[in-house]
């Protein structure tokens, strides 16, 4: 039986349906694929397949242990999931808000096959059931608030009027409880209630000190002052404070330049209707308020407006002779709508534009896993963006003294995607602290297996690049090569060599593949970027040029010029091409192994060029115990570029400048 099976009586028609389910099992995948398959999961050997939204999915795949932030967002993937559902948990720990797990196995292939057995058995028996109870989770409830049309800066919980521009608010609903939907108002830091009026003693944003004598005006209509706030008469806007003391010698020009207008006012024999400013199709023969928005009507005379239609046509043989002085030109003037949208966003072209924040993550297909971009769209050109990883990251700043061979487990397992790199990070820094020197066979073996972590983190990357980009055959190639290279030794690398360079061919032969990512994502050299984004750029910054045992070897460094896209995905290429070389010359691939260090103290700080970039350990042993450790990591510093990379570009762009930079939420230190 399975927890979210469809409601209905199993019927004999429905068990055989339930049958047909069962054989014909599709996933979706929690964190992503590329995770997966770092722990060595081949999903499409089990008969799963993998497919990339929620609403074709039959079975959510939970591998290893997440973050609660994920746990929430899978709990929103698992509610969008179509009657029958199960829930398939691989090696994973806590999983509410999520139900109990259908399935349950441990995070191996051997797991991953057992378990699928045991899926295909509980669809057939249970994926009808009479009574199924709905799931439910705090994340999927909505609250309601209210803003402004005009003004979507302002946002209220309760309804009421906008402060800047007195428009009736307008609900909207919002995630009730969700930490990875609220990131727009988390980075504009705006507040959920905006005081009407400020305090005494203090400035406000427009650095007015309200400890001085306080006018109020209008700021549509400026003859109107107050000595106390409130709402303007004419339209209804809430009144703005100014300073009385800085300001009165403007404001009595304006005031007696008000009353000389006012004096012309309501001059004509003329009809007055009264319409809204937003609204210009309302009109009324009675003052009031605008039944659409709330705003006051203001009033406009039917002879001013025949007037102004037929000034074009008149202009030639009566306008030198009209007598402007009686004329009321202000009754002929409407909200300006300068001052109505100035406090909107502005798009590319200078018009304003109701901004939306779209998230994208944090299983969104082709960006890494754990990753949620929200980006704030103007249509569809990217006006700005935000980043941020929702996994749980190893914080080394808080990090309690502990033995070393912990310390080296903490490290090795905080990127799923670079074990390897974060392992021998490790160790070097603790070796360096220790004093203790390593064989130049042990090096060269540590290289080897350096480069295979390289080179099946490359394709991992390349098969998000392949789903990105539309290219299938490059994702599942990519996919199965990475696995194969997962574990292979030597020998079997170089057996693979073959179908590598087979791979890397037809794919700088791909055609459009040129047009599809040149000149997207644009970086110039600069000292910050890391691995493949800096020498994509012309920037050698690699942290192998440093180690004598990889020179000896025969390292040389890759780079290429652009510093975009094509530029990224050709480094890449070649740094696969070149970690096979590498490999096939150490002659062996070794796990690093940690020698015993004893009660030693020192200081100790390493350098290691991982798949993405130069990682950086400072590390203090007092007896033997890390009591200090300072962790540097280049995607750290590569997810602070995306806001430059994707700003006025379009969506489709700025999704792929993203998914080149390579990123792992991981190793992002917050």
């Not at 003294?401 to 160790?427: E, H, I, K, N, W």
Request: hydrophobic share 40%.
């Amino acid at each position: 039986m399975i927890i979210g099976a469809r409601p209905g009586k199993p019927s004999k028609l429905r068990r055989l349906i339930a049958a047909a389910m069962a054989r014909d099992l599709t996933t979706f995948i929690i964190p992503g694929p590329e995770i997966v398959r770092s722990y060595g999961l081949d999903i499409d050997a089990t008969g799963l397949k993998p497919v990339a939204s929620p609403r074709h999915a039959s079975v959510l795949l939970v591998a290893g242990v997440t973050s609660s932030a994920l746990r929430d967002a899978a709990a929103v993937i698992y509610a969008q999931m179509m009657r029958p559902r199960a829930l398939f948990a691989l090696g994973a720990g806590e999983l509410s808000p999520l139900p109990p797990a259908d399935v349950i196995a441990g995070l191996s292939q051997q797991g991953l096959i057992q378990g699928v057995r045991q899926l295909r058995d509980a669809f057939a028996e249970g994926a009808f059931r009479p009574d199924v109870s709905d799931f439910d989770a705090p994340i999927l409830h909505v609250r309601i608030e209210y803003t402004c049309p005009m003004h979507p800066e302002v946002v209220q919980n309760a309804p009421g009027a906008c402060p800047k521009c007195g428009m009736n608010l307008v609900p909207r609903e919002v995630q009730a409880d969700s930490e990875y939907l609220h990131t727009a108002q988390h980075k504009a830091g705006s507040s959920t209630d905006i005081p009407l009026t400020p305090r005494p003693g203090q400035s406000d944003h427009h650095g007015i000190n309200h400890d001085a004598a306080v006018e109020y005006t209008c700021p549509m209509h400026p003859e109107v002052i107050q000595s106390e706030p409130g709402s303007c008469p004419k339209c209804g806007m809430y009144l703005v404070p100014r300073d009385a003391q800085v300001e009165s010698s403007h404001d009595h020009h304006d005031h007696a330049h008000s009353q000389e207008h006012e004096h012309h006012k309501m001059d004509h024999d003329a009809a007055i209707e009264y319409t809204c400013p937003m609204h210009p199709e309302v009109i009324q023969s009675e003052p009031g308020s605008c039944p659409k928005c709330g705003m006051n009507l203001e009033p406009r005379k039917t002879q001013d407006i025949q007037t102004h239609e037929h000034a074009d046509m008149d202009s030639a043989t009566d306008h030198g002779s009209m007598d402007h002085s009686g004329m009321d030109h202000g009754d002929m003037v409407f909200m300006s709508m300068v001052d109505v949208t100035k406090d909107l966003p502005r798009s590319s072209d200078g018009l304003p534009m109701e901004w939306i924040d779209a998230p994208f993550g944090p299983f969104f297909p082709g960006l890494p896993g754990g990753l949620l971009l929200t980006l704030t769209l103007d249509g569809d050109t990217v006006a700005g963006s935000d980043a941020r990883p929702l996994t749980d990251n190893l914080d080394l700043s808080q990090h309690p003294p502990t033995d070393s061979t912990s310390f080296v487990r903490q490290l090795a397992g905080m990127d799923p995607l670079a074990p390897v790199a974060y392992r021998l990070l490790a160790y070097r820094a603790l070796e360096n602290a220790a004093g203790l020197d390593v064989p130049a066979g042990t090096a060269a073996a540590r290289i080897g297996a350096m480069e295979r972590e390289r080179i099946t983190s490359h394709l991992g990357w390349l098969s998000l690049f392949g789903q990105q980009s539309g290219f299938n055959w490059l994702m599942q190639h990519a996919a199965s090569l990475q696995l194969a290279f997962l574990h292979a030794d030597v020998t079997q690398a170089m057996a693979l060599k073959p179908v590598m360079q087979a791979l890397i061919k037809r794919l700088q032969r791909t055609p459009l593949l040129k047009s599809r990512t040149a000149g997207i994502g644009r970086l110039t050299a600069d000292t910050a970027l890391r691995g493949p984004v800096a020498r994509a750029s012309g920037v050698n910054n690699d942290a192998r040029s440093t180690e004598t045992a990889c020179t000896t070897l025969g390292f040389t460094p890759v780079s290429r010029e652009g510093g975009d896209a094509l530029a990224r995905l050709h480094v890449h290429l070649d740094e696969i091409s070149h970690s096979l070389v590498l490999i096939e010359a150490a002659g062996a691939i070794e796990l690093p192994v940690l020698a015993d260090i004893g009660d030693v103290s020192g200081a100790g700080e390493t350098m290691v060029e991982t798949p993405r970039g130069m990682a950086r350990l400072q590390l203090t042993l007092e007896r033997g115990q890390v009591i200090a450790a300072q962790l540097e990591t280049p995607s750290t510093h590569h997810i602070t570029l995306i806001d430059s990379l994707t700003e006025q570009q379009s969506l489709g762009d700025a999704l792929m400048a993203v998914g080149s930079l390579d990123l792992s939420p991981w190793e992002v230190r917050q």
